[in-house]
Structures are given as C-alpha cells and as structure tokens.
C-alpha cells in the first residue's frame, strides 16, 4: 500500500459502527474529517484495541473519554447511570467495539476478504501513547448525536 487506503477498505468499518452504535445503544453520529495520524500519537482515557489478521492485518484502536466510555455503557444498559468505569462497564465497550470489528469482518467477506479479529484488550489510563509503527493509522472520529466523540483509529497493512 503506498500511503494511500481505498475507501473500500475503511467504509465497512463506519458501516457497521452505525449499525452496532444504533442497535446496542441507539446512538446516531456523524463522521468528522477522516485524517491520517502519525503512527505514536497521544490517546485518550480509554482504548479499545481489536487485532485484525488475514487478507488486512493490523488493529483498530477505539479511543474514547472516560465519560464518553461511561456514556455509551450506560446507553446499551438502557440508560442506567453509570458512575464509575466498573468491570461491567469495560465489558459493555468491549462488547460494542468487538460488535462492530466483527460486522466489519462479515462485510469484508462479502467481498471476498477474509478477516479474523482478536478479542478486546482494554486500556484505560492517563498521558498513553500508542504506536502502530510500519502500519498506516487512518483516524476515523464518530462524533456522537450527545456529544461525544470516539476516535476510531484504523491501522492496517494489506497482505
């Protein structure tokens, strides 16, 4: 790939995190500027990273706010209040963005690419830097319809 990835491949991501956000929490967003981001750059309280390997490797990071992570947790447990990011909560995020990798995989295969996700690893911390060195990171922001913003940070290699 030569510094450039077809939109073929970043569409099925965004298709299918308006599918999941609307289903899971009933969330609408709109896309903000699709840029690309240095490969180690700074990210937000809490990550979400799914591996990606097959016909496209690579990870996809969802970086979001603490408060935004409480937001959308509290939204798919129909708007119970979320206090603190608890166990159920993580599982709550890891459980959407894991939705979303694997509509994103079953579009990529119905063109014909085939491609396996590994589970959620979730990070949550202060001042993180990330580093998805040799891969091109396509961020892709998901403002929400509330508010919120999740940074969907595509990084891939075509194999």
């Known amino acids: 790939m030569s510094g450039k990835v ?6 099925p991501f965004i298709q299918a995190s308006q599918q999941v956000l609307k289903q899971v929490a009933n969330i609408d967003f709109t896309l903000g500027k699709i840029y690309l ?7 937000d309280q809490v990550v979400v ?10 990870q996809v990071n969802f970086c ?10 509290s939204m798919m447990m129909g ?3 979320v206090a603190e ?14 939705m979303i990798m694997g509509n994103t995989s079953t579009l990529f295969s119905q063109k014909g690419l085939k491609v396996e996700i590994t589970p959620p690893s979730i990070l949550i911390g202060e001042n993180m830097t990330l580093s998805t060195s040799k891969m091109i990171n396509i961020c ?16 891939i290699v075509e194999t």
Do not use: C, H, Q, R
């Open 64 to 73: 979001m706010s603490l408060d935004t992570a409480k937001n959308i947790a």
């Open 140 to 155: 892709v922001p998901l403002l929400l319809s509330n508010g919120d913003k999740i940074d969907m940070d595509v990084a």
């Open 37 to 43: 981001k240095d490969p180690t750059y700074k990210v």
């Open 85 to 98: 990011f608890d166990d159920l909560a993580k599982s709550a995020i890891g459980e959407m963005a894991n």
């Open 79 to 81: 708007g119970y209040p």
């Open 49 to 58: 990273i799914i591996g990606m390997t097959g016909s496209i490797k690579g």
């Open 6 to 11: 077809s939109v073929e491949y970043i569409n």
